[in-house]
Each structure stands twice: as structure tokens, then as C-alpha cells.
């Protein structure tokens, strides 16, 4: 992979590969690597930085999957009512604020990419992150909770005023 990786990578006489998809989220994707490259190419006269960020982004998937119990996750989460609420958010809050040490391999590759403003940029998104999962998490889910509440009483609320007024 990082073989085909690097010949399409900037220096040494490579060129950036631009060939677009079919697909607009493809080339969108594309759009945005191909954007990260050159970042990393300029900032480090190097394809090294790239391809280890890349070989980091490969890893964070794996990563969480080691932290983070998926399968149960995604089934709990389908159960999830009030009352199941006070088992799952302890159970899995946990799990989910180790997995952010999973991030931290792209972030330190990607930061070499970075002049200092976005890397101030950077920082601030990755460590708002578990306070972020602490909020979801606080008194089990009760901030979910309330806003899913919310919506769903308004979803039936507007469901009954559509089947009764059209």
C-alpha cells in the first residue's frame, strides 16, 4: 500500500496523482488527500511524512477495536432505553476515552504537515474531545437522553399533526 502510495507522491519526479472518480465523494476524498500531501511534501521536503501518516490512519481503526467492545457496543446501543441508560454509558464511556489514545499517532504525523496556527487548531479539536465524551456521558447518557426525548416528541407531535390535518 505504501509503495502505490508513494509513486503517486510529490519529489522525485512523481507527480500528485489528480485523476478523479466517477463518484463525487471519491473525488471529494481524493481532493482532500491529495490537499494533505502536498501540506506534508511542502512543510517537510519529504514523502516519508505522508506515508507514515497514512500508515498512522491505517492503525487507528485496529487501534479502537482493541480499546472498544464494537459488537456489544452497537447491540447494547440498539437496546438502549431509560432504564438500560444506567448500565451502558459506565459500561462503555470508559472504553470509548481510552480509544482517543488512538488518535494520537495521525495527530502527531499530521502536525509535522501543519504550520503553527493550524496545529493551535488541531490541538483544540483533539482535546476538546474527552471533555466532549464527558458531557455525553455525564449522569448516563442524560443530555442524549433529554435531546433524543426532545426530538422524539416532536417527531410525534409533527407525525400526528400531519396524518390528522392532510
Not at 27 to 40: A, P
Request: aromatic content about 8%; charged content about 20%.
Amino acid at each position: 500500500m505504501a509503495a502505490t502510495i508513494a509513486k503517486n507522491l510529490p519529489g522525485d519526479n512523481n507527480q500528485i496523482d489528480r485523476s478523479t472518480s466517477s463518484s463525487e465523494e471519491l473525488s471529494d476524498f481524493k481532493e482532500y488527500i491529495t490537499q494533505i500531501q502536498t501540506m506534508c511534501y511542502e512543510k517537510t521536503n519529504s514523502t516519508e511524512t505522508f506515508q507514515n501518516l497514512l500508515v498512522s490512519m491505517y492503525g487507528v481503526p485496529l487501534c479502537i477495536q482493541a480499546t472498544v467492545d464494537l459488537p456489544t457496543l452497537m447491540n447494547d446501543v440498539s437496546d438502549l432505553d431509560a432504564s438500560t441508560r444506567h448500565e451502558l454509558f459506565p459500561k462503555y464511556c470508559s472504553q470509548i476515552r481510552s480509544a482517543l489514545v488512538c488518535l494520537d499517532p495521525p495527530k502527531e504525523e499530521f502536525r509535522k504537515c501543519l504550520d503553527p496556527n493550524d496545529a493551535v487548531i488541531l490541538d483544540s479539536v483533539v482535546n476538546a474531545m474527552p471533555e466532549a465524551i464527558d458531557l455525553l456521558c455525564k449522569n448516563e447518557g442524560e443530555i442524549l437522553f433529554s435531546e433524543l426525548a426532545n426530538i422524539f416528541s416532536s417527531m410525534s407531535w409533527r407525525d400526528s399533526f400531519l396524518t390528522t390535518t392532510f
